[in-house]
């Protein structure tokens, strides 16, 4: 059963990273420059807005079928987004709209990928044995983080795009085959009422908080003071306290508020937050500044993170070995949190003259970091409620780093467009400055070659300190993670020596295939 598991790790993980290889190619067949971030926008909407659904229906019907469909529904997405814009749908021109359309279709089957595993993981594996196997799940995502740009190179080099799609469907019928034939899941009652009003509430607040962080400053967006941006932190807001009194009164909450009573539980929600606000929001500049200040290549900018992944995989098997062995966890998301930070503080002292030997040392510090936190914290929070809340605590984890990203990739975003402009009118003039803006600050090698030395040396400069900027700003957020561990309680992990006491509800006895 785990090879089913890994398969459908591996699926939610690899789709992003390919697709992100294959944009170009695709932008240019689609004819659909002014929208292709809405390609991105409409995955991680679809994803963001489903997950938290996903678990809760897991709780109520049973994991298995749950899991299941979200599986079926990721493949027909997939294959749907491999035919945008064919001959399959006409050829009418709107092959980018259809695109949009079928990767947030993808993306709601990919929310429930993830957060079933991890639940799937805690329905069969007693806490104190969980963390190996949670430990596995962490180093298959981060070969898959390895492996993305590289397929996704060889794809868009040697084969068409569509197959940065249609790669999933043989991985995902193996997965689905596989899992139908060995998972084995209790079975879980069956009368129920389903919350359709909180689910539709917080629906609307997650797309209106999902669509700010993608719009909001940005391009292809809104500036933060328009109408548009304003409308939508207001229709958030609202959502949020109507939603609040839907969950208090309901009989089966879509999220139940009980479980942020735990102190657990609501601290690793706020530490998953901020891992993913530090973490995500400023690891996406990463590519630019390798790509543009050390000349490195789409492809190879990929296997220069393979330090951060590296080590973030081995340090994730050594957790989860550990963890196993002693029960104890509270000291590694503090000991993560710390290294964390200071992988972000050697970040920000890059600048145009750091090698690709130090911003490798300095991704392997960051990824050790990460390699003590990402799962350790999904751990700890289902330990904190009861069996059945398990795809609550599953599915709020995910939610909430997922959160934490978007709203940090949209705030370091407008620090480093700040001080990107403010650095190019410094050192290259306003006119020289407003040229390069006007292009959004990115420029590809051979660009960079046409320039003047004084301009391109100048942009350089400009371009590496503002990416430093932006580590810098994920340090202030990243001290708080170990501060915000040192209060958490250890308790006792389930299945070992010292659980048999505990007034919770037992783990199924199901074998772990």
Not at 211 to 231: F, K, N, R
Not at 358 to 372: E, K, N, P, W, Y
């Amino acid at each position: 059963m785990l090879p089913g598991l890994v398969l459908a790790i591996m699926l939610a993980m690899l789709d992003n990273m390919i697709v992100g290889t294959a944009m170009p190619r695709i932008v240019a067949e689609l004819n659909g420059l002014e929208y292709f971030t809405w390609v991105t926008t409409a995955y991680v909407l679809g994803t963001t807005v489903s997950t938290p659904i996903w678990g809760k229906l897991g709780d109520l019907y049973g994991r298995k079928n749950i899991f299941l469909g979200s599986i079926v529904l990721f493949l027909i997405g997939s294959a749907l987004c491999g035919m945008a814009g064919s001959a399959m749908f006409g050829g009418t021109g709107d092959g980018m709209t259809e695109l949009i359309a079928f990767r947030a279709l993808q993306g709601l089957g990919a929310g429930g990928l993830m957060v079933n595993v991890m639940a799937i993981i805690g329905d069969l594996v007693p806490p104190r044995e969980r963390g190996q196997y949670q430990g596995i799940m962490a180093a298959m995502m981060s070969l898959a983080m390895i492996a993305g740009p590289l397929v996704g190179g060889f794809i868009t080099d040697h084969l068409n795009w569509r197959w940065a799609f249609y790669v999933n469907l043989p991985l995902g019928g193996v997965a689905l085959v596989w899992l139908i034939a060995k998972l084995h899941l209790p079975k879980k009652r069956t009368e129920h009422r389903i919350d359709w009003l909180g689910a539709g509430v917080l629906t609307v607040g997650i797309t209106a908080l999902v669509l700010i962080t993608s719009w909001g400053g940005q391009a292809h967006g809104y500036a933060w003071g328009s109408w548009q941006i304003i409308l939508l932190a207001v229709l958030a807001v609202v959502s949020l306290a109507v939603f609040l009194p839907i969950e208090k009164r309901a009989a089966e909450p879509i999220m139940p508020l009980h479980v942020f009573r735990n102190r657990n539980f609501s601290l690793t929600s706020l530490i998953g937050f901020l891992l993913g606000f530090a973490m995500f929001g400023a690891i996406s500049f990463m590519p630019l500044f390798q790509q543009t200040v050390q000349g490195a290549s789409a492809t190879n900018s990929g296997l220069l993170l393979l330090p951060m992944m590296g080590a973030m995989m081995v340090v994730s098997l050594f957790v989860g070995r550990a963890i196993t062995k002693t029960g104890k966890y509270k000291i590694y998301p503090v000991i993560g949190g710390a290294i964390m930070a200071v992988g972000m503080w050697l970040l920000s002292l890059q600048d145009v003259n750091t090698t690709t030997f130090q911003t490798g040392v300095f991704i392997a510090v960051l990824g050790l970091g990460m390699g003590f936190l990402m799962q350790t914290s999904m751990l700890i929070a289902q330990n904190s409620v009861e069996q059945r809340d398990l795809g609550v605590a599953s599915s709020a984890s995910t939610f909430f780093r997922s959160i934490g990203g978007s709203f940090g990739i949209s705030l370091f975003g407008a620090i480093f467009n700040n001080h990107l402009t403010a650095s190019l009118t410094e050192k290259i003039g306003p006119q020289a400055a407003a040229a390069v803006t006007a292009s959004g600050g990115q420029m590809n090698t051979a660009a960079l070659d046409q320039l003047p030395p004084q301009i391109k040396g100048g942009f350089l400069e400009s371009l590496a300190g503002s990416i430093s900027s932006v580590f810098g700003w994920a340090v202030l957020f990243a001290v708080l993670v170990p501060i915000l561990a040192l209060f958490i309680k250890e308790i006792p992990l389930r299945g070992g020596p010292t659980s048999a006491s505990e007034d919770r509800e037992p783990v199924p006895a199901v074998a772990f295939e």
